[in-house]
């Protein structure tokens, strides 16, 4: 046995039961082992962990109700259930945790009226989540047919803590929030977004290791959207290009997840329909993207992947097809070279690596 990372894979299948799964990934041979279960929530969404506390954090359905749910995580793999409270919406599909472990950040992707809706909850000191002392109401609409309201996709805050991003796949915004680290309230930035391609759905982002470039990914019409950060409060669209192959027919694609390198030199995307990841070279000067080839999921519909910390493994949720599969990565060219490791999951979404 090599290096081994330890994960956790949240299921959306609410007749499965599925719940969270864990796994211990082998990084030299990108071997896949199982190491526990747990149901205490109907369907999962989102995972995130505490960045000081060994607290996993889940957002998903339980009992009818959508909540955001904290569990220890045991020595041997295993949760012990903390806590929960309502996310007040529906579809709560991502959750991030403030740099000082204060607060839990979630975004429901739609609710009683339609519209999405942000959500903080204070963290006790032992992680478990609080009521909660913010709600936004999200407002707006898009030119797509599945942008009849706002639709909050993914919430975060920048590397240096100074602002909360929330990708609105329903407006085409990226909305820009400044935080009070006291109380947890959001307060409109000035601009309070920025406009991404119109009709294209930004769905994730993620952050090139220098803080100052990120990379968005929309599903409606997959692109990435390459902006730049002064680090006082500007931003700035600066590239947007095609999240496929050039040579890709694919009469139904959406995009899905993404993630930077940690070397910061590849972009890495999911595209549902194509089942595809792709791989996006960094210009180190520029940060333009260039496309630099891409591998079948070898399943089909990959909503989540991740790289374990080192970046020398990806391992792909494929949904449809109720499995995850690894990848060894080139580290100097950014290619995937499958393992043929396959593990099934009932209804994989999310990869959360946590060690």
């Not at 506390?53 to 904290?70: H, K, N, P």
């Not at 903080?120 to 407002?139: K, S």
């Not at 694919?250 to 995307?269: E, K």
């Not at 949720?317 to 393992?339: C, E, K, P």
């Amino acid at each position: 046995m090599g290096d081994i990372r330890r994960m956790f894979v949240a299921c959306n299948d609410a007749s499965a039961r599925a719940g969270i799964l864990c796994f211990d990934l082998d990084v030299e041979t990108g071997a896949l082992r199982p190491v526990g279960e747990t149901r205490d929530i109907d369907s999962c969404l989102y995972l995130n962990r505490h960045p000081t506390l060994a607290v996993l954090y889940a957002t998903g359905v339980r009992e009818s109700v959508s909540v955001i749910q904290a569990f220890r995580i045991e020595q041997d793999g295993g949760l012990t259930w903390l806590g929960q409270q309502p996310t007040n919406g529906w579809e709560p599909c991502y959750v991030s945790i403030t740099p000082d472990g204060r607060h839990a950040l979630v975004v429901n992707y739609t609710g009683p009226e339609k519209a999405g809706s942000i959500v903080v909850f204070p963290l006790d000191r032992d992680g478990i989540p609080q009521p909660a002392t913010t709600w936004i109401q999200l407002e707006g609409n898009g030119v797509h047919q599945r942008q009849d309201a706002s639709h909050p996709h993914m919430i975060t805050l920048m590397p240096d803590g100074k602002f909360v991003l929330v990708t609105d796949l329903g407006t085409d915004r990226l909305m820009i929030y400044r935080m009070i680290p006291q109380t947890g309230q959001l307060e409109p930035h000035t601009p309070p977004y920025l406009e991404i391609q119109t009709g294209s759905g930004p769905r994730h982002l993620d952050f090139h290791p220098d803080r100052r470039v990120l990379f968005v990914m929309s599903e409606l019409e997959p692109v990435i959207t390459v902006i730049s950060y002064d680090g006082e409060g500007r931003f700035e669209v600066v590239d947007t290009v095609p999240a496929l192959p050039p040579e890709a027919q694919t009469p139904v694609n959406l995009g899905a997840d993404i993630h930077v390198a940690p070397s910061g030199r590849f972009v890495y995307v999911s595209n549902r329909g194509h089942n595809s990841l792709c791989v996006f070279a960094i210009d180190p000067v520029t940060n333009a993207l260039s496309y630099a080839g891409h591998h079948t999921t070898l399943g089909d519909w990959p909503r989540g992947f991740a790289l374990d910390p080192s970046g020398q493994v990806l391992v792909v949720a494929n949904q449809r097809t109720d499995d995850l599969y690894s990848f060894i990565v080139d580290l100097a060219a950014g290619r995937l070279m499958a393992t043929h490791h396959r593990i099934a999951a009932a209804t994989p979404v999310c990869v959360m690596f946590v060690a």
